[in-house]
C-alpha cells in the first residue's frame, strides 16, 4: 500500500525549520540547504515545495502575517470591554511590535523583503494590509470607520493620521531591532501611548472647529 503524505504537515514542519533559521541567523542565512538540514530533510525533498530560496523568503514572509492576523484576532476575544479605549487601539499596535523574541523572529522575516525586490509581487498587498490594520485603529478613536479599509479613508483627518501612526510603529519597530539597547521596550510603550493620547486630543479639537 503507498504511503501517504500529509503535505500539510509537512509544510509546517518546514515552516518551523525556517523560523528557528530566520531567529538564529536572520533571513540572509535562508538557503534550501539550511533550512533542509535544521528540518533534517535532503535539499530535494524541500525543493519540491520550495523550488527556490525566493520561494522560502516569501513563504517566511506569509507566515509573519499570518501569525500577526492570529493575535490580532485572538486579542478581539481576549480584551476586556471595560479596557479604555486608547489601551485597547495601543494592545493591536503593538502586535507588530518586537517586543519579545516571538515578534523579533517576525520582523527579521519581514527584512526579507529588501532581499526579494521584484520577486515579491505582493509587495503592495502587505504594504496596504498594515495601513489597513492603522486605518481601524485610527477609527476607533473618531468613530469613523471606512467601508473599505484596503481604500484611503472618504475622512483626510483619519487617512492623514493613519499615515503618521503607521510610521511611528514602523520607526519604533526599526529601533527595537537595530538598536535595542538604547531603545528600552517600555519606553517604546509609553510613547505609543502619548502618541495616541495627542492623537485623542488633535481629533477632538479638530471635530469640534
Do not use: C
Request: no cysteine; proline share 7%.
Amino acid at each position: 500500500m503507498p504511503k501517504i503524505v500529509d503535505h500539510e504537515q509537512r509544510r509546517r514542519e518546514l515552516a518551523e525549520a525556517l523560523w528557528r533559521v530566520i531567529s538564529a541567523s536572520g533571513p540572509t542565512a535562508v538557503s534550501i540547504r539550511s533550512v533542509a538540514a535544521e528540518a533534517g530533510w535532503s535539499p530535494g525533498a524541500l525543493r519540491y515545495y520550495f523550488p527556490t530560496r525566493e520561494d522560502l523568503l516569501v513563504f517566511a514572509m506569509n507566515l509573519s502575517e499570518e501569525r500577526v492576523t492570529e493575535r490580532l484576532l485572538a486579542l478581539q476575544h481576549t480584551q476586556s470591554p471595560d479596557t479604555p479605549l486608547l489601551e485597547r487601539v495601543a494592545e493591536y499596535a503593538e502586535q507588530l511590535l518586537p517586543l519579545d523574541q516571538t515578534r523579533r523572529t517576525e520582523y527579521r522575516a519581514w527584512e526579507a523583503a529588501g532581499l526579494l525586490g521584484e520577486y515579491d509581487r505582493d509587495r503592495e498587498r502587505r504594504w496596504n494590509s498594515q495601513r489597513r490594520l492603522y486605518r481601524q485603529l485610527v477609527a476607533i478613536i473618531t468613530g469613523l470607520p471606512a467601508r473599505d479599509p484596503f481604500q484611503p479613508h472618504p475622512d483626510p483627518w483619519t487617512e492623514e493620521w493613519s499615515g503618521y501612526l503607521h510610521t511611528l510603529v514602523d520607526g519604533f519597530a526599526l529601533q527595537l531591532m537595530v538598536t535595542p539597547g538604547m531603545t528600552d521596550p517600555d519606553d517604546v510603550r509609553h510613547r505609543l501611548r502619548a502618541f495616541l493620547a495627542r492623537m485623542e486630543e488633535a481629533w477632538h479639537h479638530h471635530a469640534g472647529s
